[in-house]
C-alpha cells in the first residue's frame, strides 16, 4: 500500500484536502463488499504493528452515561500504512427494545497523515463488527486445536453473528454451534443468517449446557460494571479448551481464568486500565504474552492438544484504522460516498 507523501498525493487527485471530506454511510461501507481475506489481513496487520512497536495507540478512555454501557474515545496512529484517527465506540446493551436497534453503535474520522486534517467521517459499526470476527478468526487459527467439531457463541447479535459466520467459513468441519443470548429473537436471527454459512447444527443452550459442550468458546455480550460470572468452574472441560473473549472476564469466575495454561491479551496496557475501571477486581492473570506478539511469533501460541488457553480481546484501534484505510481507499477508487465541504 502506499505510503507517505506519494499517498497523499494520490488522495489529492480525488479528493481536495482540506477543502472536502469524503462522508460514507453504514450502507456505502456496507456496500464496498470487502472480503474475509481483506478484513483478516488488514486486522492482524494492526494487532502485529501494536505489539512490535509499529503503532500508536493510547488506551481507550471512556464514559459511561447510563448503567451498564461505555463510550470509548479511540485513537491510533498506524506507522506503516500513514493512517491515522479516531473512534467513537458506543455499548448501550438496552438499544434493542428501548429504540429497536443495535447496542453497539461507531462512527470513525480519519485524518491526512500529513497535515492532520479530516480526509473522511464514516460509519464504523460494520468495521466494529468485521475486526472483532477477524479478531476471533486470528485467535482461533493461533491459539485452537485446528480439528475441533464443537463451538458456543455468547451473544447472538450483529458481533456474534460476524463471528459465526467468519469462523463457520473458515472451519467447515464444525458439528455442532451452541449459542445463548437473554433475547430469544436475536438467537433465530444468527441461526437464520449464518446457517448459509455452516453445516453445523444450531443449539439454543443455557450457560451449563453452553460451557461443558464447547471446545471453543466465543463471546461478544455486554460488559458489565461489575463482573457477574454465569459460568461455574466445575462446568468447563479445560483440557484442550479455547475460551476467545471479546468482553473481557464477564462470564467467567476468576479460578478459571487464573487456571488457563496460556493467557493472552490484545492490549496488556488498555487491560491494566481497565482494572482501575473496576472491571477486573481480583486482577489479572500472568500474561503469557499479547495476541499481535503471537501473531507476529514474537511468543508462542498454543503448542500441545491438551492446553487450556485463555484470549482476551476487548478491541483496538489500530484495528479499526488498518480497515478504515482499506475501506477509505476503496470508496475513493469506486467513487463511493459523499464528497461534503469541510
Not at 498525493?9 to 454511510?25: H, M
Not at 480526509?119 to 475441533?148: E, N, P, W
Not at 472451519?171 to 454459512?197: K, S, T, V
Not at 492473570?285 to 501460541?301: D, K, M, N, R
Request: charged content about 25%; proline content about 4%; some cysteine.
Amino acid at each position: 500500500m502506499l505510503q507517505g507523501m506519494e499517498y497523499r498525493d494520490w488522495i489529492s487527485t480525488k479528493l481536495d484536502i482540506n477543502k472536502e471530506l469524503l462522508y460514507l454511510t453504514r450502507q456505502d461501507v456496507l456496500d464496498l463488499k470487502l472480503t474475509d481475506e481483506e478484513i483478516t489481513e488488514m486486522t492482524k496487520e494492526g494487532m502485529i504493528a501494536y505489539s512490535t512497536g509499529n503503532a500508536e495507540m493510547p488506551a481507550k478512555i471512556g464514559i459511561h452515561p447510563l448503567k451498564d454501557t461505555l463510550m470509548h474515545a479511540m485513537p491510533a496512529n498506524m506507522k506503516t500504512l500513514s493512517a491515522a484517527g479516531i473512534k467513537w465506540g458506543c455499548c448501550f446493551p438496552d438499544n434493542m427494545p428501548r429504540f429497536g436497534y443495535t447496542q453497539t453503535t461507531c462512527t470513525l474520522i480519519l485524518n491526512d497523515y500529513q497535515s492532520g486534517t479530516a480526509i473522511s467521517f464514516m460509519d464504523a459499526d460494520y468495521i466494529t463488527r468485521v475486526r472483532t470476527a477477524a479478531v476471533a478468526l486470528l485467535s482461533c487459527q493461533k491459539f485452537a486445536r485446528q480439528d475441533f467439531k464443537t463451538m458456543g457463541m455468547i451473544g447472538c447479535g450483529i458481533q456474534g453473528k460476524q463471528q459465526v459466520a467468519m469462523l463457520g467459513r473458515a472451519y467447515p468441519q464444525i458439528e455442532e454451534i451452541y449459542i445463548l443470548d437473554r433475547f430469544e429473537e436475536a438467537m433465530d436471527a444468527l441461526i437464520e443468517e449464518c446457517g448459509q454459512y455452516t453445516k453445523a447444527r444450531f443449539i439454543k443452550a443455557d450457560w451449563e449446557t453452553l460451557a461443558k459442550n464447547s471446545e471453543v468458546i466465543l463471546s461478544a455480550a455486554y460488559i458489565p460494571a461489575v463482573p457477574n460470572p454465569q459460568i461455574k468452574d466445575q462446568w468447563l472441560n479445560k483440557k484442550g479448551l479455547t475460551i476467545i473473549a471479546s468482553d473481557c472476564h464477564t462470564h467467567y469466575e476468576d479460578v478459571s481464568i487464573k487456571a488457563a495454561d496460556k493467557y493472552y491479551c490484545d492490549s496488556i496496557e488498555e487491560h491494566e486500565l481497565f482494572i482501575t475501571y473496576g472491571l477486573y477486581p481480583q486482577g489479572l492473570p500472568e500474561i503469557t504474552g499479547e495476541t499481535g506478539a503471537a501473531l507476529a511469533g514474537v511468543v508462542p501460541g498454543r503448542e500441545s492438544d491438551d492446553e487450556f488457553i485463555f484470549v482476551n480481546n476487548v478491541g483496538m484501534a489500530v484495528e479499526d484504522i488498518t480497515v478504515a484505510r482499506k475501506i477509505f481507499d476503496t470508496a475513493l477508487e469506486r467513487g463511493v460516498g459523499v464528497k461534503m465541504p469541510l
